[in-house]
Structures are given as C-alpha cells and as structure tokens.
C-alpha cells in the first residue's frame, strides 16, 4: 500500500493500492497548522482503508514547492513513517499531482500545460508540463501578470495526495525514476525573496 502525504498547501494525507484505487484521503485547508493535524490525518486514513501502518510498503512525500515551514512538516511526516515500517520513500513534486489531477479531469485536451499554485508575496509557483510527460519541464516563480503562456491553466489552492501516488504510480509504469531526495522551497526559512524555487537537500 502507498501512503501518500502532502503539506505544501494545506494538510492532504491519503493511502492508495498499488493498482491505483484510492481507498482513503483526508484533506485540510489551514495552511497555518500542519503539524497538529497531519499526524491525526495520518491516523484516519490507515483506519477508514483498515490498513495498520506495516501495511504500508512505500511513502510518497509531496517536496514543493512550498513554504519552508509547512513543507518541512510534511516532508518530515513522510521521512519519519517510511523509516520506522523500513518502507520506501518517494520524493514526488507537489505540482505532479496537480498536473495529474487536471490530465485526468480532462484526457482530450491536447497541449503543454501550466500549474500554479500561491507562493505568497504576490507571485506564483508555476510548473509546465508539456503534452505526453510527466515531469515539469520548467518550475519558476513569476508575478501574476507575467505568468508564461501554455495551452491550459490550472490554478489551484490545494494538493491532492492521492494524486501525487496515482502520478508516482504512473512513473513507475512508465520506467521513470523518482525525483531528488530534495524540498523545494518557496524561499529560505529567513523569507528572502528568490529568484525562483530554491531546491534543499535535507
């Protein structure tokens, strides 16, 4: 069974077979109290699936982009639970699942697609996804009125953790490897605005 968990919006927490059926998700919008809540979420969702945590073979973790606080609490709730069952853990971007909650919404559209999600300050994170792939071909931060173009848009406020495990299971079918083991941060943990995404190991 994956585990999937995401804190670089609110609080998403779901489990998924590894066939792809999602059996449990539970999903907060606060983006100011992760750390209370992704433990508990963590709990729910292993009783409504009637999963014990040794059921649980692979962890995907949602790595950004985000802000530094919030993601690091997820990341952190993913690193913990894969090493204590010995599971494996799965470094997924945060917008993947985005971009396959959208492709699934809409399996006629054709062309590159645009992820946005709110990095605060007045900017967006943004990653493109072109037609047929399923890693970013590009993640950025841009001002509103200076997004780039792209066939579609999907603006969202919020990260489904059952889709980013339906997009690492799409990966594996595919042959494709996991991510970096690396967060992708909106900004430092001091606030300093950047140019862009700033990838941490750690």
Not at 99 to 126: F, I, K, S
Request: aromatic residues 4%; glycine residues 8%.
């Amino acid at each position: 069974m994956l585990l999937a968990i995401d804190t670089s919006a609110g609080t998403d927490v779901a489990i998924v077979t590894p066939h792809g059926r999602v059996l449990a998700e539970r999903r907060t919008a606060d983006t100011r109290h992760h750390a209370e809540v992704v433990g508990v979420a963590i709990a729910e969702v292993l009783a409504e699936a009637g999963l014990s945590p040794q059921h649980v073979t692979q962890v995907v973790g949602g790595m950004g982009p985000g802000p530094f606080t919030g993601l690091r609490v997820g990341v952190a709730a993913a690193r913990t639970f894969a090493f204590a069952r010995a599971a494996r853990f799965i470094p997924m971007p945060s917008h993947d699942a985005a971009a396959h909650e959208w492709r699934a919404e809409h399996p006629e559209a054709a062309g590159d697609l645009l992820v946005t999600t709110d990095a605060r300050r007045g900017e967006l994170a943004c990653s493109r996804y072109e037609q047929g792939l399923l890693v970013a071909s590009s993640s950025e931060l841009h001002r509103p009125n200076a997004v780039p173009a792209a066939d579609h848009r999907f603006d969202t406020r919020t990260i489904s953790a059952a889709h980013l495990a339906l997009a690492w299971l799409d990966r594996e079918v595919q042959g494709l490897e996991a991510e970096a083991n690396t967060i992708l941060y909106l900004r430092g943990a001091d606030a300093v605005p950047s140019n862009g995404p700033k990838r941490v190991t750690g």
